[in-house]
């Protein structure tokens, strides 16, 4: 059950009196004078729980109750995912991905985050990864069987955006990895300025993918290549970018989006389409995913870059 923080207010009858407080959880508060009902007899003790009562009003301005109460905390338990670096938030009503935060206390683009304490390593924190928000995310809940970007990855992303899933690349590389991301609008550019002020493994790079030599003297050689560029000729420019910077037996992934590509074809036909350019360019598809129900007519696709052909 969800614990609601805020106060509600509400009229209807109870056998209690009123106004009181909410006990903790178990035996349920004192019924006082907050309900306008009547009441019959003195506010006795609720038998409900969590301060709820029994009667069938809202409960006034009553707290949350501690432990078998229904207003009890939240448990979240984190666990490794496959994946490394990726997480699993395991609660009672979902499981969600989570990256480990590398900037503490901060979120990035209003995600939830969760708090862990550990023995040894004391408290720790966790980022939520929304797949509606990240075509990554998206793509691992899709059952992609490896998206190569691990703890000390050097990655080149792009079509970086304002750096909504860069950040949790960032998390996920952490600070022996690198992200160098490439965005070329000027707008959400100095948002992903603004996110590598305050992560240190991010390469802000505001320039147009389409002429990887503008950027050549900012990176090095790279172990993984993601894109997410929704531009006609995507694959070319994953090529050109690839032949510069990407080491051979790297690996790449890509997001393709159908509409942008061929609207006149069907998704799949076009998602075929592009494998074979990628295969003529020296790359090798392992696998592809689709990304719905979050994303219609998009897939991901990964595999190992053979060399320039």
Known sequence: AKLICCAMRGRGRSPGRGRGRGGRGGRGGRGGRGFRGRSPGRGGRGRGRGGRGRGRG???????GKGGGRGGSKKVAIVPHRMGGIYVAKSKNEDTLATK????????????????????LGKIEYRIWNPFRSKLAAAVLG?????????????????????TTVSHCSDIVGPEGAVYAVEFAHRPGRDLLNVAKRRTNIIPIVEDARHPMKYRQLISMVDVVFADIAQPNQAQIVGQNARLYLKTGGHFCISIKANCIDSTLPANMVFANEVTILQKLGFKPVEQVTLEPYERDHAVVSGVYKGPQ
């Not at 990655?155 to 970086?160: D, I, K, P, R, V």
């Open 101 to 120: 935060n590398l900037d503490m206390g901060v979120s990035v683009y209003g995600e939830k985050r969760v708090a862990v304490e550990d023995e040894k």
């Open 143 to 163: 059952g992609i069987e490896n998206i190569h970007i691990k703890p000390g990855s050097k990655l080149l992303y792009l079509g970086a955006a304002s750096g």
């Open 58 to 64: 809202r409960g006034g301005r009553g707290r949350g």
